[in-house]
């Protein structure tokens, strides 16, 4: 990745009476959620975009760091937000993050965006990854997965397997507790994803308990949806979501 991209270190407004927490996925960092944080910040929001440990620099540090690490960042970002009404929206592995969140602290969490998420990894070497890390610690990048020309997210061109596998393990516990998160969700899917099986929306929805939910399909996008033909219809539906959410109306109605 081209680490001397401002695009990805952390970033936050500080202003604003109500907060949302924006999560970056697995090998990227917030270049694929600036936009969507700046369009949050002009909305009148207070901010918070952090780089998430072994993000944002060279894929030999994400090899060193595990899901408790990226999730006790999640935690410290949102704490960060104070005691406002605070919202979270995630991509990818930013989505799992904002569920786990939402389940253990479902008092704190007012509203939850997620934009491609994934909480199942399916493949026939799974069972083998304990072995396989041990043996070929990496494999190719998966980045960059944008149907819009020129656009980048500065991704990894390796992924650890090592962090990898701990991202699937919790996955499996995400999974198993989603009827936990009952803030009002709304979940953002490409109908064409060469990351995450969009079938993973379908196992969140059929999961979620929440009284409100919605699922929108995005036809022109594929993975990195935020930076892809269909961002701004996803900065619009989230704003829309949480401005709705937070002030105590159905957000489907705004």
Known sequence: MNL?????????????????????GFTGNPTAMRPLAERLAAAGHRVELPRLPGHGTT????????WDDWAREADAAFDRLGARPRAIVGLS??????????????????ALVVVNPAVTFRHPLRPALGLLKRVVPTFPGVGNDIARPGADEHPYPRVPLGAAASLFDAQDVIRAGLDRVTAPTLVLTSRTDHTVDPANSGIIMRGLTAAITEQVWLERSFHVATLDYDAEVIADRTIAWIDGALAGTSPADT
């Open 59 to 66: 894929w030999q540090d994400l090899a060193t760091t595990r």
């Open 93 to 110: 592995m930013g989505g799992t993050l904002a569920l786990d969140l939402a389940q253990r602290r479902p008092h704190d969490v007012a």
């Open 4 to 24: 001397s991209a401002p695009s990805a270190a952390a970033w936050s407004n500080p202003v604003g009476d109500t907060g949302v927490l924006v999560l970056h």
